[in-house]
């Protein structure tokens, strides 16, 4: 009993199936058919955007606040070209996004025709798997499957590349429940030897410690939750990555804050001077290792993950536990209690008294000024003025998204939307709009720096087209802020093109599109200006003008170790070698 | 606050080394990947060691499975122990493929290359190549009054052994398959 139906109808078809209700998409000559199937329906919502690119970062943006895939939709050539950049942002961090594609007619594929690109060629080192469908009977069952590869596992990016003449022909539809999934099957379940192993080290550690990446918030809430019990049960301190935040609540007392190049100097010396090390769901990235011979030397590592690649990558571990991060601490929290819940109560005792030690150096301390506002000062502020509501918050890359992470709080998982693997400046504004689209009555703000958010400025109209009240929250110096940092630490204070000039008046920017506009630059005005903000039913562009020469700390310099750190204030001159020098 | 004293320009790795100083011993797998005869399959995995740095010393590919759509590639690659474990989860992760086996360390195994040697010459130069043909038991599958092409399988280093020897002797061009190789048993 198929159902027989053009391809461009089982695009929508399928999709409704997979239970999508928004599309994030730009037409185009290749995807005319499925756009004319999709003027013809209601249940699932079209988000026009204003560049391909703000399509997969909105579809990001709408993942990651709802644990569901993002859908996007463009067009051939440049559409799939310009939807790279957001498939490689997907990927580096773990994000299920389904991207379709249209593509020239089967029979003019390699005959330069126009708006012809390669599109599974050049995206195929960008996605998790792609797709190139050249029978109509072939496509449902491609879309389930794609939605399938995107979702389990190792989350990730999915393109399917769809000729015209596939979405004209007529073929016979295959729902979901009769679809051929294939052999890609992950393993779940850990290791039940691996571990006990790990029960019996957790029982004996003196200075151990819990390093979180988004490996656990992409396992679930069920993984949170084990997390949040097992970290109160046991009472060892627990640290994240950028990708982690909010997978365990800010407001825990065994929360140390954010660990890495720009994390709390009690997180990185914990992970420095532990003797266990849990890994569940991070991947030893090089933001959070710094100088590899010297990384948490005298530690026992454990290694949680579903990625087998992930595991002894750049650290080899001495403890790999294959597995799905909820799976595995479920069966970690009942071996452990079933053998009597056991921890190591007096070097625990002294671990913690030296983390307090460590805390009291009071690493995010900044000079305060009455004159000029500083970003540390204006995140503090958004922090208070913001977190009684349903809150999420996306940022861009640079100064103001290590402060971000370092002065806002998460309570909660699925509330922090930032490129972290790529580092994408561009990526907050139109993620924001994707978290918006998810989360319509929720208080959604893009924490963004002025550069990054020219990037993708043009989104302003999705914004005020779908009525979209994201507010960008900008702290403009006037400078690619992490930039000039590194080119005052790094090259002689010579700031080569590290400034913005030419910005534009960011009200009238605002006024332009028809949004509401602010600017703030005294300390004395910050807060009504951010009540004003809240307040406002409609998109708003903030224009925070912050002291233009805050560098971003503590900071581990490139290839230093752990307990090298640089602290507001110290000496930067010369802080990083001519190795460390080559890094990025 | 209190700053950290720092000790300066002690930095003498990046972030990016990646070697393990243990483990620098570069060793030479044969890997065999049971992948989906679909397209662009094998772009996937040449794309991998591209993208990653890895090296590919040899490389085939052919259909073995033609009613379950499988292909075989056989990839003999170099790198410390680390890296091999790296390549062999990186394929591992791509979907279409099915199995990775390293038949360096799962027991014992048979490698086997084919080449085709095309050698001018005449005079002594041709009685030699001949007599050197029939030691390695390389069969003669074209002859001209000038020419010979050679056809020989073995392990590469005896196809490594016969293109030394002919060289001298007139060789003009090889051609060679690749390995291919499979387990010992059952």
Same mark, same amino acid.
């Given at each position: 009993?198929?159902?027989?139906?053009?391809?461009?109808?089982m695009?929508?078809?399928?999709?409704?199936d997979?239970?999508?209700?928004?599309?994030?998409?730009?037409?185009?000559g290749?995807?005319?058919?499925?756009?004319?199937?999709?003027?013809?329906?209601?249940?699932?919502?079209?988000i026009?955007?204003?560049?391909?690119?703000?399509?997969?970062?909105?579809?990001?943006?709408?993942?990651?606040s709802?644990?569901?895939p993002?859908?996007?939709?463009?067009?051939?050539?440049?559409?799939a070209?310009?939807?790279?950049?957001?498939?490689?942002d997907?990927?580096?961090?773990?994000?299920?996004i389904v991207v379709?594609?249209?593509?020239?007619?089967t029979?003019?594929?390699?005959?330069?025709?126009?708006?012809?690109?390669?599109?599974?060629?050049?995206t195929?080192?960008?996605?998790?798997?792609?797709?190139?469908?050249k029978?109509?009977?072939?496509?449902?069952?491609?879309i389930?499957?794609?939605?399938?590869?995107?979702?389990?596992?190792?989350p990730g990016?999915?393109?399917?590349?769809?000729?015209?003449?596939?979405q004209?022909?007529?073929?016979?539809?295959?729902?979901?429940?009769?679809s051929?999934?294939?052999?890609?099957?992950?393993?779940?379940?850990?290791?039940i030897?691996?571990?006990t192993?790990?029960?019996?080290?957790?029982?004996?550690?003196?200075?151990?410690?819990?390093?979180?990446?988004?490996?656990?918030?992409?396992?679930?809430?069920?993984?949170?939750?084990?997390?949040?019990?097992?970290?109160?049960?046991?009472g060892?301190?627990i640290?994240?990555t950028?990708?982690?935040?909010?997978?365990?609540?800010?407001?825990?007392?065994?929360?140390?804050?954010?660990?890495?190049m720009h994390?709390?100097?009690?997180?990185?010396?914990?992970?420095?001077?532990?003797?266990?090390?849990?890994?569940?769901?991070?991947?030893f990235?090089?933001?959070?290792t710094?100088?590899?011979a010297?990384?948490?030397?005298?530690?026992?590592?454990?290694?949680?993950?579903?990625?087998?690649?992930?595991?002894?990558?750049?650290?080899h571990?001495d403890?790999?536990?294959l597995?799905?991060?909820?799976?595995?601490?479920?069966?970690?929290?009942?071996?452990?209690k079933?053998?009597?819940?056991?921890? *190591?109560?007096?070097g625990?005792?002294k671990?913690?008294?030296?983390?307090e030690?460590?805390?009291?150096?009071?690493?995010?301390?900044?000079?305060?000024?009455?004159?000029?506002?500083k970003?540390?000062?204006?995140?503090?502020?958004?922090?208070?003025?913001?977190?009684?509501h349903d809150?999420?918050?996306?940022?861009?890359?640079?100064?103001h998204?290590m402060?971000a992470?370092q002065?806002?709080?998460?309570?909660?998982p699925?509330?922090?939307?930032?490129s972290?693997?790529?580092?994408?400046?561009?990526y907050?504004?139109?993620?924001?709009i994707?978290?918006q689209?998810?989360?319509r009555?929720?208080?959604?703000?893009?924490?963004a720096?002025?550069?990054?958010?020219?990037?993708?400025?043009?989104?302003?109209?999705?914004?005020?087209?779908?009525?979209?009240?994201?507010?960008?929250?900008i702290? *403009?110096?006037?400078?690619?802020?992490?930039v000039?940092?590194?080119?005052?630490?790094?090259?002689?204070?010579?700031?080569?093109?590290?400034?913005s000039?030419?910005?534009?008046?960011?009200?009238?920017?605002?006024?332009a599109?028809?949004a509401?506009g602010i600017?703030?630059?005294?300390?004395?005005?910050?807060?009504?200006?951010?009540?004003e903000?809240?307040?406002?039913?409609g998109?708003v562009?903030?224009?925070?003008?912050?002291?233009?020469h805050? *560098?971003c700390?503590?900071?581990?310099?490139?290839?230093?170790?752990?307990?090298?750190?640089?602290?507001?204030g110290a000496?930067?001159?010369?802080?990083?070698?001519?190795?460390?020098?080559v890094?990025? | 606050?209190?700053?950290l004293?720092?000790?300066?320009g002690?930095?003498k790795?990046?972030a990016?080394?990646l070697?393990?100083?243990?483990?620098?011993?570069?060793?030479?797998?044969?890997?065999?990947?049971?992948?989906?005869?679909?397209?662009?399959?094998?772009?996937?995995?040449?794309?991998?060691?591209?993208?990653?740095?890895y090296?590919?010393?040899?490389?085939?590919?052919?259909?073995?499975?033609?009613?379950?759509?499988?292909s075989?590639?056989?990839?003999v690659?170099?790198?410390?122990?680390?890296?091999?474990?790296?390549?062999?989860?990186?394929?591992g992760?791509?979907?279409?493929v099915?199995?990775?086996?390293?038949?360096?360390?799962?027991?014992?195994?048979?490698?086997?290359?084919?080449?085709?040697?095309?050698?001018?010459?005449q005079?002594d130069?041709?009685?030699?190549?001949?007599r050197?043909?029939?030691?390695?038991?390389?069969?003669?599958?074209?002859?001209?009054?000038?020419?010979?092409?050679?056809?020989?399988?073995g392990?590469?280093?005896?196809?490594?052994?016969f293109?030394?020897l002919?060289?001298p002797?007139?060789l003009?061009?090889?051609?060679?398959?690749?390995?291919?190789?499979?387990?010992?048993?059952?």
């Open positions: 009993m198929t159902k027989s139906m053009t391809g461009a109808r695009v929508v078809e399928a999709l409704r997979q239970g999508v209700e928004v599309v994030f998409g730009y037409p185009g290749a995807v005319l058919p499925i756009y004319d199937e999709i003027f013809q329906q209601n249940e699932i919502r079209h026009l955007v204003r560049h391909e690119q703000a399509a997969v970062h909105a579809a990001e943006g709408y993942a990651r709802t644990g569901k993002g859908v996007v939709l463009v067009t051939s050539g440049p559409g070209t310009n939807a790279v950049t957001g498939l490689t997907a990927l580096m961090d773990s994000i299920p379709l594609t249209g593509q020239v007619p029979f003019m594929i390699g005959t330069d025709a126009f708006q012809e690109a390669d599109t599974v060629g050049i195929r080192p960008c996605t998790k798997h792609n797709w190139l469908v029978d109509t009977d072939r496509l449902s069952e491609t389930h499957k794609a939605f399938h590869v995107a979702t389990t596992g190792r990016p999915v393109l399917i590349d769809i000729p015209k003449d596939v004209f022909a007529s073929g016979s539809y295959t729902d979901p429940r009769r051929e999934m294939g052999h890609y099957k992950p393993q779940v379940k850990g290791d030897e691996m571990i192993r790990l029960v019996e080290a957790m029982e004996q550690a003196r200075r151990p410690i819990f390093y979180t990446g988004g490996g656990v918030i992409n396992s679930g809430d069920a993984a949170t939750q084990l997390l949040h019990e097992l970290v109160e049960a046991t060892f301190p640290t994240s950028l990708m982690g935040l909010g997978a365990y609540p800010a407001s825990g007392d065994k929360w140390l804050g954010m660990l890495g994390g709390l100097y009690e997180a990185n010396l914990a992970m420095h001077g532990c003797d266990l090390m849990i890994n569940l769901g991070a991947r990235d090089d933001r959070i710094g100088r590899l010297d990384f948490s030397p005298n530690s026992m590592k454990a290694h949680v993950d579903i990625d087998p690649s992930s595991i002894n990558k750049v650290i571990v403890l790999p536990i597995g799905d991060i909820a799976h595995v601490l479920e069966d970690l929290l009942r071996i452990w079933s053998r009597g819940r056991k921890v *190591n109560r007096d625990l005792a671990w913690w008294a030296k983390i030690d460590w805390k009291k150096v009071d690493c995010l301390a900044y000079a305060p000024s009455s004159k000029t506002i970003p540390q000062y204006a995140l503090q502020r958004l922090q208070a003025l913001t977190k009684d809150r999420y918050i996306t940022t861009e890359v640079g100064q998204q402060w992470a002065f806002l709080h998460f309570d909660a699925k509330r922090w939307m930032t972290g693997g790529l580092g994408t400046m561009g907050g504004f139109p993620a924001s994707g978290v689209m998810a989360h009555d929720a208080l959604v703000i893009n924490v720096g002025e550069a990054s958010w020219l990037m993708n400025m043009q989104e302003m109209g999705t914004a005020m087209q779908f009525n979209l009240p994201v507010k960008q929250f702290l *403009n110096n006037e400078r690619l802020g992490m000039r940092q590194w080119q005052e630490l790094l090259h002689g204070e010579r700031y080569s093109h590290s400034w000039e030419s910005l534009p008046d960011f009200v009238k920017l605002a006024e599109f028809g509401k600017q703030c630059h005294d300390p004395a005005d910050l807060d009504d200006a951010i009540m903000m809240i307040n406002h039913d998109p562009i903030f224009d925070c003008l912050v002291e233009k805050e *560098n700390f503590p900071m581990i310099p490139s290839g230093a170790p752990h307990n090298e750190m640089l602290l507001g000496d930067t001159q010369d802080a990083i070698g001519a190795k460390g020098a890094m990025v | 606050m209190s700053a004293r720092l000790k300066k002690l930095s790795h990046s990016y080394d070697r393990d100083p243990n483990a620098e011993v570069i060793e030479s797998h044969t890997l065999a990947v049971i992948v989906d005869n679909e397209a662009g399959v094998l772009a996937r995995v040449i794309g991998l060691f591209s993208g990653r740095g090296n590919i010393e040899s490389l085939t590919v052919a259909e073995v499975d033609h009613l379950g759509h499988l075989r590639i056989t990839i690659t170099k790198g410390t122990p680390q890296v091999i474990e790296q390549i062999k989860a990186q394929l992760r791509i979907v279409p099915h199995e990775v086996h390293d038949l360096t360390v799962e027991g014992p195994s048979v490698e086997r290359e084919l080449a085709l040697f095309k050698v001018a010459g005079g130069k041709r009685i030699e190549a001949l050197l043909a029939e030691i390695f038991r390389a069969n003669v599958v074209d002859s001209t009054l000038e020419s010979f092409v050679f056809e020989m399988t392990m590469p280093q005896k196809i490594d052994a293109a030394d002919m060289r002797l007139g003009i061009e090889v051609a060679r398959t690749g390995v291919a190789a499979l387990a010992r048993g059952t």
